[in-house]
């Protein structure tokens, strides 16, 4: 797909207006995600209809499907974009960092910030993910797998090396993946943390649960 | 509502089936809400119809609407039932137990335990609570507030008597529950652990964060 972003003077969009425009080569076709979204988040996949998301984006039904030809592929660009952004991100925070320790709290930081910068994003890619067709629905599953295995990874060095007190590596990764998304459920842009700051936290948090085990 | 449980000799359901049947008075009543929660549970709440709820529990869609007059009473019902109930069990664990320390591990673990007996039901509690017309959807989300607060007021009284390290009470608290919460999307019955086991993992973990702090 091609990553032209529009050159538009929008500054100060949302962090999810601008993660969606990653996507988009138009003005339009960014205001068809925007209105998607938006829809997806009141009504849910099943209630929110192509009439309404066209409407929303002040387009006719005809030019909504020049972009998109289903609703079901405005939801898979939605995941897909989703889930690849927050692998990336975590993946680029695993590599930036050496030690175990550092290495955890970063890509878990990396994750919460995520979802609380694009909140309304990860909520619909996680609760809507059984709307999806069976193939697109793999391949966001993929990259599920793929995210959790960067925690567990993380987690399983730092018990090689001694640093960690890991007792069953599964339920300690599924422990942390759900406090990292959970962010979206709470998370307030003009509340008194920032994004970096929640994230920074649960990274932290992450750790005292690897360093320290069980209680 | 008049809360007889059916007197059939089906000892053996599964959790979510028995939980259901607390608040019915009939086997037809108990069969709509178990084929509504299979239904919601694919398709979601909008792409369900009252016409494959009812297929699905071998009754007519007039003999379903004895019981429940709209879908969105089935789901009330639903999540209301489920928010209730694992209310009421973190209350008994806060009450069984003396210290701080104890009483947050027995309430954690109450609660991760119930996210994996009926994981189904809770996912759609979650996840299809907008679906709520908006006095429902109050009502659940004070019953969501009063789940919330028990988990916060353990972690405040450890602070206070001095167990616990607790640095920004209510990200912790959010923390705790999405980890409770997040129970429900990975959890088999099937698997290696049972959910009482998961849920005492759960809490010990949950009391690795609230004595040790940040790391």
Same sequence: chains 1, 2.
Avoid at 12 to 34: A, G, I, K, N, Y
Avoid at 107 to 117: D, K, P, R, S
Avoid at 180 to 188: D, E, K, S
């Amino acid at each position: 797909m091609n990553m032209v972003r529009p050159s538009s003077a929008r500054r100060f969009v949302s962090p999810q207006d601008r993660l969606l425009w990653t996507v988009c080569d138009s003005e339009s076709m960014h205001s068809v995600l925007v209105a998607a979204v938006a829809e997806f988040a009141v009504k849910g996949f099943h209630g929110a209809t192509t009439r309404d998301i066209a409407r929303r984006a002040s387009l006719s039904p005809a030019a909504l499907y020049q972009h998109y030809a289903t609703k079901e592929e405005l939801l898979y660009t939605i995941a897909e974009l989703t889930h690849q952004t927050v692998l990336s991100r975590m993946e680029t925070a695993a590599v930036l960092s050496n030690r175990s320790g550092d290495r955890l709290c970063a890509v878990v930081a990396a994750m919460a910030t995520f979802h609380a910068e694009v909140s309304v994003l990860t909520r619909i890619a996680n609760n809507e993910l059984h709307c999806l067709k069976r193939g697109h629905q793999d391949d966001v599953l993929s990259l599920r797998q793929q995210i959790l295995h960067v925690i567990r990874k993380c987690l399983a060095d730092g018990s090689s090396d001694g640093s960690f007190n890991v007792d069953r590596l599964n339920m300690m990764t599924n422990a942390i993946l759900s406090m990292a998304i959970g962010v979206n459920r709470w998370f307030a842009a003009d509340g008194q943390l920032s994004a970096e700051e929640v994230g920074l936290y649960y990274g932290r948090l992450a750790l005292t649960m690897a360093i320290r085990g069980l209680e």
